[in-house]
């Protein structure tokens, strides 16, 4: 079954070409790093496949369903997915418990529903003893799990990372890491983020996409792709 799939994709800012005719494909529940140097366009897929940006042209699919391309295109809201971003935008007025239930509400689940899925998210990610705290009162690396936690809590097929691992002090980050490794394979959920740092793909990802000028250069699993001994 394939996660996402784009063809002949491509996006430019006024003169700038960003993503250049760009065929991809991933599986259903990869964690991919779309790996390369700064300005290869790799933010600029992310904001495609999230529904931020609409393509010049080509089809972007999710699952089965177009969601950008042939005439059509799906809004960042109703694609299914999740963003968890560098700034983590948490509300910093609300408990962790209020963030993470925020997009939940609205969404015709009743409260009871809505509670068990605010404790499975907090449990996942390992912060059920914060649900009373306030952002302000956690670390960076809780901050970021809570962002999760509210991703994870709508229950997407996909969920979509702005450098994971970028914000996080060097000794939290191995452990970090492994977090996002287990999370992503407990609940099955496809993960893509983006990165220039090859340390961060290798750390995390199941497959890379190497981009370079807005074109992919290569993609494969991180032992093909570094021939690690
Ligand atoms: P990366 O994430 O790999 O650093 P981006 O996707 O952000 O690359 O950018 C790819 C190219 O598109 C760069 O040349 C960048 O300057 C340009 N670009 C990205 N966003 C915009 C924008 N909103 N307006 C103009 N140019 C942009
Ligand atoms: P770069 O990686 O090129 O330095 P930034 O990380 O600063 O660029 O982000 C560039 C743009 O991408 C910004 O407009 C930002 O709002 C947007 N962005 C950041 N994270 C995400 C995300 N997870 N999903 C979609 N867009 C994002």
Redesign the pocket.
Known sequence: MVGILLRQVS????G????DDLDLEVEDGAFLA?L????????????LLAGLERPDGGTIALGERVVAGEGIFVEPEDRGLGMVFQSYALWPHMTVEGNVSFGLHGRGLDRSEIAARVAQALDLVGLSAKAGARPHQLSGGQRQRVALARSLAMRPRLILLDEPLANLDANLRASMAAEFRRIHAETRTTFVF?T?DQAEAMALATRVAV?NG?RLQQVGAPEDIWHRP
């Open positions: 996006k430019s800012y006024g700038t070409c960003a993503v779309l390369g140097p700064s300005g290869c366009g790799k933010t600029t897929v992310l904001r983006v220039h981009l807005g």
